[in-house]
T-cell receptor, first 110, second 113 residues
Framework: DQQVKQNSPSLSVQEGRISILNCDYTNSMFDYFLWYKKYPAEGPTFLISISSIKDKNEDGRFTVFLNKSAKHLSLHIVPSQPGDSAVYFCAADNTDKLIFGTGTRLQVFP | DGGITQSPKYLFRKEGQNVTLSCEQNLNHDAMYWYRQDPGQGLRLIYYSQIVNDFQKGDIAEGYSVSREKKESFPLTVTSAQKNPTAFYLC????????????FGDGTRLSIL
């Protein structure tokens, strides 16, 4: 049973527009969430995280929103750039272990 | 530069052979992790270690073994008991404590011939 779900396997966005990647989780005990970006044949790169005591965290073009009542988080990228094209994984911290979603492939086209 | 080094990048082995994947970090992190990624799936945890000489099984530990004799090193052995070993293997490390992100190496792609 998947505890962290990314229901959209892919997303295509025009350069300069907003990209919104979504993630749902089932365990209300999760209290720390992370987003990673991954290029083919490379390891994931940590992007941004959020603690459950917050509902928003921003870092440059990247903003993560957390809705605890809905058990939902989203990553907003504004403006999207071609270099953002990659697979994005959300992850939830489960007492020193991370549980990953299956990823969303983002393609940013000119 | 600090980081996590996985070697080799690509590894080929015959069926029935054990193979060991290397992971070294110079970030002075206490915790280290091994994940496996298969096409269309997220990362699944194989083993993790929060301190030298101690490690715990993750969600898919069967057919794998690890050791943690040094803080910097966390090698993973894929044994012949692993039924489907062909995959992309990722090593990660993190500081101890709450809300510490894990940082990843660039992975080893293992193919069984």
């Amino acid at each position: 049973d998947q505890q962290v779900k990314q229901n959209s396997p892919s997303l295509s966005v025009q350069e300069g527009r907003i990209s919104i990647l979504n993630c749902d989780y089932t365990n209300s005990m999760f209290d720390y969430f992370l987003w990673y970006k991954k290029y083919p044949a490379e390891g994931p790169t940590f992007l941004i995280s959020i603690s459950s005591i917050k509902d928003k965290n921003e870092d440059g073009r990247f903003t993560v929103f957390l809705n605890k009542s809905a058990k939902h988080l989203s990553l907003h990228i504004v403006p999207s750039q071609p270099g953002d094209s990659a697979v994005y994984f959300c992850a939830a911290d489960n007492t020193d272990k991370l549980i990953f979603g299956t990823g969303t492939r983002l393609q940013v086209f000119p | 530069d600090g980081g996590i080094t996985q070697s080799p990048k690509y590894l080929f082995r015959k069926e029935g052979q054990n193979v060991t994947l290397s992971c070294e970090q110079n970030l002075n992190h206490d915790a280290m992790y091994w994940y496996r990624q298969d096409p269309g799936q997220g990362l699944r945890l194989i083993y993790y270690s929060q301190i030298v000489n101690d490690f715990q099984k993750g969600d898919i530990a069967e057919g794998y073994s690890v050791s943690r004799e040094k803080k910097e090193s966390f090698p993973l052995t894929v044994t012949s008991a692993q039924k489907n070993p062909t995959a992309f293997y990722l090593c990660a490390s993190s500081n101890q404590g709450t809300n510490q992100p894990q940082h990843f190496g660039d992975g080893t792609r293992l193919s069984i011939l």
